[in-house]
């Protein structure tokens, strides 16, 4: 069964960048689909952009074209995702999920604040 | 690409059943059967109850079921329980690698 285990929590000023991490074990990293969905507090469900770290190119939901990066490393099957600009509207609980359109395991989530 | 539509809240007493739709669009969910629903306990991570419209994940109850009738998906819950009391997602496929939820409907058990 594959685990998703997310970096800790953040607090950022409005204008700085952030990464988090999702380090994934137990299973096949590089040729499953990763994901990463973010929540605002009492908000839905948010789909950001993903990638299947064996082909390394990574899609973007139009909404944060520009401003969001995300990256794998295959030799430590950690998947990153950066986002830049930060905004208060951005704070949220990042989530990274895997598996394909459907996201069949998840991180436990990571808190970013944004606050002056 | 726009949201999928749920209805906000959906209820039922122990033991009825209950639907919940997700209407999209033929971009979306009329276009493909990557239609997903999951469930979302208060402060936990959503989980992945069903996928490609009508599949359970291993451990998923059979009382959980999926459908697709043109640009609407549905989620029905039959046999309701108090533990099901919860938000529910839907997801799609919207093409051009992308994935599009819908705003969420919060089941409340009566």
């Known amino acids: 069964q594959v685990q998703l285990v997310q970096s800790g929590a953040e607090v950022k000023k409005p204008g700085s960048s952030v990464k988090v991490s999702c380090k994934a074990s137990?299973?096949?990293?590089?040729?499953?689909?990763l994901s990463w969905v973010r929540q605002a507090p009492g908000q839905g469900l948010e789909w950001m952009g993903g990638?299947?770290?064996?082909?390394?190119?990574?899609k973007y939901a139009q909404k944060f074209q520009g401003r969001v990066t995300i990256t794998a490393d295959k030799s430590t099957s950690t998947a990153y995702m950066e986002l830049t600009s930060l905004r208060s509207e951005d704070t949220a609980m990042y989530y990274c999920?895997?598996?394909?359109?459907?996201?069949?395991?998840w991180g436990q989530g990571t808190l970013v604040t944004v606050s002056s | 690409q726009s949201a999928l539509t749920q209805p906000p809240s959906a209820s039922g007493s122990p033991g009825q059943s209950v639907t919940i739709s997700c209407t999209g669009t033929?971009?979306?969910?009329?276009?493909?059967?990557?239609v997903s629903w999951y469930q979302q306990h208060p402060g936990k991570a959503p989980k992945l109850i069903v996928y490609?419209?009508?599949k359970r994940p291993s451990g998923v109850p059979d009382r959980f079921s999926g459908s697709k009738s043109g640009n609407t998906a549905s989620l029905t819950v039959s046999g309701l329980q108090a533990e099901d009391e919860a938000d529910f997602y839907c997801?799609?496929?919207?093409?051009?690698?992308?994935?599009?939820f819908g705003g969420g409907t919060k089941l409340t058990v009566l």
């Open positions: 999920a895997g598996r394909g359109w459907e996201l069949d395991y």
């Open positions: 137990g299973g096949t990293f590089s040729s499953s689909a």
């Open positions: 990638i299947i770290p064996i082909f390394t190119t990574a």
């Open positions: 033929s971009g979306d969910v009329g276009a493909y059967n990557y």
């Open positions: 490609e419209v009508t």
């Open positions: 997801s799609s496929y919207a093409g051009s690698n992308n994935l599009v």
